[in-house]
């Protein structure tokens, strides 16, 4: 397997209960490193064009309100098959369909607010982590 980063976000509804170091920690110990992260919040119009793939979707003007709400936690994570991993470790969307251990098992409060997001692909990794961070932000 190769070495790899993905993006992942720690979304509104779990740095508002403080949960950040809980799901940190769950990558961490799956072998995951962070490479990169900031805490940040969102503007309306940072939502809208980082969610923009959904714009047509009914859930699209909900999303970037939620997404706006609170603080978020954005980050890079590397390690072998790194955007295979997180996925893992993040669990299905729905959490009651998410395995047991699973950051969305545990920690999420419902479909829509499911505390993390992950990206699905070695191109919309590259994308998510090129809107977030510069070059010189990634320490590996």
């Known amino acids: ?26 990558f961490e110990e799956a ?8 805490r940040i919040r969102l503007t309306l119009a940072q939502a809208q064009e980082f969610y923009g793939v959904h714009k047509d ?13 609170e603080p978020i936690v954005v980050q890079v994570l590397e390690g072998e098959d790194a955007i295979a991993k997180n996925r893992e470790v993040m ?3 729905n959490p009651a369909e998410a395995a047991d251990g699973t950051i969305r098992k ?3 409060l ?14 919309t990794a ?3 982590i090129a809107y977030f961070f510069s070059g010189l932000e990634i320490v590996g």
């Open 91 to 93: 669990g299905a969307t």
């Open 31 to 38: 072998g995951l490193r962070v490479v990169a992260q900031k």
């Open 57 to 69: 979707r009914p859930f699209f003007d909900e999303l970037c309100e939620f997404m706006i709400s």
């Open 126 to 128: 590259a994308e998510e």
């Open 110 to 123: 419902s479909i829509g607010e499911n505390s993390v997001h992950g990206s699905d692909a070695p191109e």
């Open 1 to 26: 397997m190769a070495i790899q980063r993905t993006f992942s976000i720690i979304k509104p509804d779990a740095t508002k209960r403080n949960l950040t170091g809980k799901i940190i920690a769950k």
């Open 106 to 108: 545990e920690f999420a």
